[in-house]
């Protein structure tokens, strides 16, 4: 297959040839920082002001900087990333939706609910049930 690819002469270009790379190797390593700080630390508590100070920013300076690399905020980031977690848990019918909510960073039930029906379209209990039928087919 990978033979047959390489061989082709159908093909796009996915960046036009003038394309350059606007990003710095530092700025690599400052993005890579803060996404291992928070896949390590997204089920406690975290400030702003400690995910901005691991790059030496002002809060709204990190801000600016997060979302022009990731295209999204650091909220909906760490959203993102607990709802993905969350959706592992609840696949394991031991953990209460409760549980799997504060084992994921959430403080309160209700928050948990209204970013999880955001980001995944349906709540956990659906997605919970859901996800049983789909594992016995």
Same mark, same amino acid.
Request: net charge positive.
């Given at each position: *297959?990978?033979?047959?690819?390489?061989?082709? !002469?159908?093909? %796009?270009? @996915?960046?036009?040839?003038? $394309?350059? =790379?606007?990003?710095? !190797?530092?700025?690599?390593?400052?993005?890579? *920082?803060? $996404?291992?700080?928070? *896949?390590?630390? #997204?089920?406690?508590?975290?400030?702003?002001?400690?995910? /901005?100070?691991?790059? =030496? *920013?002002? +809060?709204?300076? #990190?801000?600016?900087?997060?979302?022009?690399?990731?295209?999204?905020?650091?909220?909906?980031? @760490?959203?993102?990333?607990?709802?993905?977690?969350?959706?592992?848990?609840?696949?394991?019918?031991?953990?209460?939706?409760?549980?799997?909510?504060? !084992?994921?960073?959430?403080? %309160?039930? /209700?928050?948990? =609910?209204?970013? #999880?029906? %955001?980001?995944?379209?349906?709540? +956990? &209990?659906?997605?919970?049930?859901? &996800?049983?039928?789909?594992?016995?087919?």
């Amino acid at each position: *297959m990978i033979r047959l690819l390489s061989s082709s !002469e159908e093909y %796009s270009y @996915l960046a036009s040839v003038s $394309y350059k =790379n606007l990003y710095e !190797e530092k700025d690599t390593g400052r993005i890579n *920082m803060v $996404y291992k700080y928070l *896949m390590q630390n #997204f089920q406690d508590d975290i400030s702003l002001q400690e995910v /901005a100070n691991l790059c =030496n *920013m002002t +809060p709204s300076a #990190f801000c600016r900087y997060f979302k022009s690399r990731t295209q999204k905020s650091v909220i909906q980031f @760490l959203n993102e990333l607990r709802i993905g977690h969350a959706s592992k848990l609840l696949l394991n019918e031991r953990y209460s939706i409760s549980d799997v909510c504060y !084992e994921c960073g959430y403080n %309160s039930i /209700a928050n948990f =609910n209204k970013f #999880f029906k %955001s980001i995944k379209k349906t709540t +956990p &209990s659906e997605y919970r049930k859901n &996800s049983k039928k789909t594992q016995t087919l």
